[in-house]
């Protein structure tokens, strides 16, 4: 999922446990993640928390903002991610090998040249949009993150997919209780175009 | 009181009698007949039709079979609204049965969630008494419990057992002695004429004065338009499991009772019926 700023102390707030999210349009479906049980806050607060969160990604490029709602003080954080997926083959005078990696697209394209002639033929190269939303849940008065996968024609990725992709930290407790680390649910009106109440 | 316990059984066996009939455009190699069923409207539509699956399945080839969905007058139904909240939004004025039309091609992406097993519609519908605890009681009734006790509400439910599932729900519904009720009501109110697709707010049921909240009382604080004024037509019908409790209702007592088995209350607001 690629790293996130994390929130300024004197706030610590736990790594958010797992939702989940498919689809596209207003319907989609989306994860959500959830904090840790004891770390309640009112509405007003995890404004406070998201505006220093976003300065600070604005402050080393990692790309969050924040959208206020029509007609209200409530808003969410919300960031879009692209990731490539190249299935190269390299080949080298003499030996060649086949690397499969998955990449943020800046370190793709930063990856150095030998001097010595390679061919570099992509097949089958597929960009997926990760959509990240931080949303405010007034039921359980945590933040919740909602991510949600998708190729660029907004086709979503499978379940399976999602859950290949998931960090190594969370793997093993995702694989043992797939469904209750994940929540597949709709976007919360929060978070669609309309205004929305919690 | 006995009469209370009564309404938790009509509740939850209330039925809507519907007619499933294969969208024309699918290909079958004889023709379709249609597929009549009474739907609990406390379920979900894709828990309760698998019968409905295998009877046009029967008619088709398997290459032109893919995940099943469900339409309304061209509306994709949403297989994880409970059954009873869809049919008040969507089909509660008009004549029954309810029609219903299946697919099997070209699944709205844009419109539905995939439901790719029973154990996402458990996860939802768990996910969802897990949030109405979260209001009601910080999730502390919800947490307490084990394991076995929250496969035996999934349980209840998919295998239409009012018992099995009231033997642990009733702890969900229960308060400490010193308050008047929950510290929150889970509610969620829809209407087709917004773009939104559900209003959910925190709300308590007891006043700072010790009065009980009333079902009108909610209106008036989160959905001010779907009220008449005072001496105004009234425009709208506010529905819970096909009826209209009257304004004055205690709200405690409706989340008490006409919950959905997700522990929320799903409010629609209609048009009133012209006739």
Same mark, same amino acid.
């Given at each position: 999922?690629?790293?996130?700023?994390?929130?300024?102390?004197?706030?610590?707030?736990?790594?958010?446990? *797992?939702?989940?999210?498919?689809?596209?349009?207003?319907? +989609?479906?989306? *994860?959500?993640?959830?904090?840790?049980?004891?770390?309640?806050?009112?509405?007003?607060?995890?404004?406070?928390?998201?505006?220093?969160?976003? +300065?600070?990604?604005?402050?080393?490029?990692?790309?969050?903002?924040?959208?206020?709602?029509?007609?209200?003080?409530?808003?969410?954080?919300?960031?879009?991610?692209?990731? $490539?997926?190249?299935?190269?083959?390299?080949?080298?005078?003499?030996?060649?090998?086949?690397?499969?990696?998955c990449l943020p697209i800046e370190e793709a *394209?930063?990856?150095?040249?030998?001097?010595?002639?390679?061919?570099?033929?992509?097949?089958?190269?597929?960009?997926?949009?990760?959509?990240?939303?931080?949303?405010?849940?007034?039921?359980?008065?945590?933040?919740?993150?909602?991510?949600?996968?998708?190729?660029?024609?907004?086709?979503?990725?499978?379940?399976?997919? $999602?859950?290949? +992709?998931?960090?190594?930290?969370?793997?093993? +407790?995702? *694989?043992?209780?797939?469904?209750?680390?994940?929540?597949?649910?709709?976007?919360?009106?929060?978070?669609?175009?309309?205004?929305?109440?919690? | 009181?006995? #009469?209370?316990?009564?309404?938790?059984? #009509?509740?939850?066996?209330?039925?809507?009698?519907?007619?499933?009939?294969?969208?024309?455009?699918?290909?079958?190699?004889?023709?379709?007949?249609?597929?009549?069923?009474?739907?609990?409207?406390?379920?979900?539509?894709? !828990?309760?039709?698998?019968?409905?699956?295998?009877?046009?399945?029967?008619?088709?080839?398997?290459?032109?079979?893919? @995940?099943?969905?469900?339409?309304? @007058?061209?509306?994709?139904?949403?297989?994880?609204?409970?059954? /009873?909240?869809?049919?008040?939004?969507?089909?509660?004025?008009?004549?029954?049965?309810?029609?219903?039309?299946?697919?099997?091609?070209?699944?709205?992406?844009?419109? !539905?969630?995939?439901?790719?097993?029973?154990?996402?519609?458990?996860?939802?519908?768990?996910?969802?008494?897990?949030?109405?605890?979260?209001?009601?009681?910080?999730?502390?009734?919800?947490?307490?419990?084990?394991?076995?006790?929250?496969?035996?509400?999934?349980? /209840? !439910?998919?295998? #239409?057992?009012?018992?099995?599932?009231?033997?642990?729900?009733?702890?969900?519904?229960?308060?400490?002695? @010193?308050?008047?009720?929950?510290?929150?009501?889970?509610?969620?109110?829809?209407?087709?004429?917004?773009?939104?697709?559900?209003?959910?707010?925190?709300?308590?049921?007891?006043?700072?004065? /010790?009065?009980?909240?009333?079902?009108?009382?909610?209106?008036? #604080?989160?959905c001010p338009s779907a009220v008449a004024p005072?001496?105004?037509?009234?425009?709208?019908?506010?529905?819970?499991?096909?009826?209209?409790?009257?304004?004055?209702?205690?709200?405690?007592?409706?989340?008490?009772?006409?919950?959905?088995?997700?522990?929320?209350?799903?409010?629609?607001?209609?048009?009133?019926?012209?006739?």
């Amino acid at each position: 999922m690629g790293t996130s700023p994390r929130l300024p102390s004197p706030m610590p707030v736990a790594p958010p446990a *797992l939702g989940w999210a498919t689809g596209s349009g207003a319907e +989609r479906s989306w *994860l959500s993640f959830s904090m840790e049980e004891d770390e309640f806050f009112g509405e007003k607060t995890f404004q406070h928390c998201c505006a220093e969160f976003i +300065r600070h990604s604005q402050q080393i490029g990692d790309g969050w903002e924040w959208r206020t709602l029509k007609d209200s003080s409530e808003g969410y954080m919300c960031k879009t991610h692209f990731q $490539i997926k190249p299935e190269t083959l390299m080949s080298h005078s003499g030996a060649s090998a086949c690397v499969q990696t998955c990449l943020p697209i800046e370190e793709a *394209l930063e990856l150095p040249l030998d001097d010595s002639e390679v061919t570099e033929t992509t097949t089958g190269s597929q960009v997926i949009k990760y959509e990240y939303h931080v949303l405010y849940s007034c039921s359980y008065q945590v933040p919740v993150l909602y991510f949600r996968a998708s190729f660029l024609d907004g086709r979503p990725l499978a379940l399976k997919d $999602i859950w290949e +992709r998931i960090h190594e930290c969370y793997k093993t +407790r995702l *694989l043992q209780e797939p469904w209750d680390t994940i929540t597949q649910q709709s976007l919360p009106p929060q978070a669609s175009p309309s205004p929305a109440h919690c | 009181m006995t #009469d209370d316990k009564d309404v938790l059984r #009509d509740v939850w066996f209330g039925r809507i009698p519907t007619c499933f009939t294969l969208y024309q455009d699918e290909i079958t190699e004889r023709e379709a007949e249609p597929y009549y069923l009474l739907l609990p409207r406390v379920s979900y539509l894709t !828990l309760v039709t698998d019968k409905v699956k295998k009877h046009f399945q029967k008619v088709m080839r398997q290459e032109d079979i893919s @995940e099943i969905w469900f339409e309304y @007058e061209g509306t994709p139904l949403k297989w994880h609204y409970p059954i /009873g909240l869809l049919f008040d939004l969507l089909a509660s004025s008009s004549a029954l049965p309810w029609n219903i039309t299946v697919h099997f091609k070209s699944f709205p992406e844009k419109d !539905l969630l995939h439901c790719p097993s029973k154990d996402a519609i458990e996860a939802h519908f768990m996910s969802c008494v897990k949030e109405a605890d979260a209001l009601k009681h910080k999730s502390q009734v919800i947490n307490e419990m084990q394991k076995k006790d929250h496969k035996q509400l999934w349980m /209840g !439910l998919q295998n #239409d057992r009012f018992d099995q599932f009231w033997a642990i729900n009733r702890k969900l519904m229960e308060y400490p002695a @010193e308050e008047n009720g929950f510290r929150y009501i889970p509610f969620r109110i829809y209407q087709t004429t917004t773009e939104r697709p559900f209003i959910q707010k925190l709300f308590r049921p007891v006043a700072a004065d /010790g009065q009980l909240h009333t079902l009108g009382d909610l209106l008036k #604080d989160v959905c001010p338009s779907a009220v008449a004024p005072e001496d105004g037509e009234k425009k709208n019908q506010v529905m819970i499991h096909g009826i209209e409790p009257m304004l004055e209702t205690p709200l405690q007592w409706l989340s008490e009772h006409l919950s959905y088995p997700d522990n929320f209350l799903h409010i629609s607001i209609i048009p009133q019926p012209t006739d």
